[in-house]
Nanobody, 125 residues
Framework: QVQFVESGGGLVQPGGSLRLSCAAS?????????IAWYRQAPGKERELVAF???????NYVDSVKGRFTISRDNAKNTVYLQMNSLKPEDTAVYYCNAALWEQRAVAGTSLVGSWGQGTQVTISS
């Protein structure tokens, strides 16, 4: 399975910003896949945050629309998640993964990668 490495998390105050990165191993045909960010807060199930298709179509969960931006750099096999106006409810471990189709990314099923360590995002004053 493909390995993803997430980075960029940290502790920031409400209203702050973070930029997360998701890097895939170089042998993965990154550009052909939907890449998605997920998050899991303590005591909650993992949820989809955003995804970006091979055609760079993006989609976001309602709670982050207008605040988060997902982008991809296929040359670097990396996807980014720019997070602005952060709120305490954004606190979670953030993960990335890939899917062949949007429906699989949304459902979080038949993903092509194994779940990595994720990156912890903590929003607190």
């Amino acid at each position: 399975q493909v390995q993803f490495v997430e980075s960029g998390g940290g502790l920031v105050q409400p209203g702050g910003s973070l930029r997360l990165s998701c890097a895939a191993s170089s042998e993965f045909s990154f550009s052909n896949y939907v890449i998605a960010w997920y998050r899991q807060a303590p005591g909650k199930e993992r949820e989809l945050v955003a995804f970006i298709t091979a055609a760079r179509i993006t989609n976001y969960v309602d709670s982050v629309k207008g605040r988060f931006t997902i982008s991809r750099d296929n040359a670097k096999n990396t996807v980014y998640l720019q997070m602005n106006s952060l709120k305490p409810e954004d606190t979670a471990v953030y993960y990335c993964n890939a899917a062949l189709w949007e429906q699989r990314a949304v459902a979080g099923t038949s993903l092509v990668g194994s779940w990595g360590q994720g990156t912890q995002v903590t929003i607190s004053s």
